[in-house]
């Protein structure tokens, strides 16, 4: 009974996580991270908020801006991006694996 409520959260979290219709990239480094079955379900009550306030204009430490197209930004393995301003419009950005970014950093 379990692993079959650990599954079925562990699915949901995946496809709220990836249903993102804003310009808004969660930290690569909160997705991979092993979550107790009491915290995913916290998770998941509060993920329809944040995505609100990030829509509304608020920031959100767990999230990443970028503004232009999403496809024009690479992210590396074991990336940590924080709350970074990402500007792909006049060209793409590769980030290499290992890269850590400050609060509030922005990549024009």
């Known amino acids: 009974m379990k692993e079959v409520m650990y599954m079925l959260i562990n699915n949901i979290s995946k496809k709220c996580i ?4 804003n310009n808004f990239l969660i930290n690569p480094k909160r997705i991979n991270r092993k979550l107790q079955a009491c915290d ?3 998770h998941l009550f509060r993920l329809p908020f944040i995505k609100l306030g990030t829509w509304l204009g ?7 801006y ?12 074991n990336c940590s991006t924080t709350n ?3 500007n ?3 060209g793409n950005i ?3 694996d290992n890269t850590i970014f400050g609060h509030n950093c922005m990549l024009l």
Request: no cysteine.
């Open 58 to 64: 608020f920031l959100n430490i767990e999230y990443s």
């Open 88 to 90: 792909v419009n006049s």
């Open 18 to 21: 990836a249903y993102n219709t």
């Open 94 to 96: 590769n980030i290499k």
């Open 40 to 42: 995913k379900i916290i």
């Open 84 to 86: 970074t301003i990402f």
């Open 66 to 77: 970028i503004h232009g197209n999403k496809s024009r930004l690479k992210i590396g393995k």
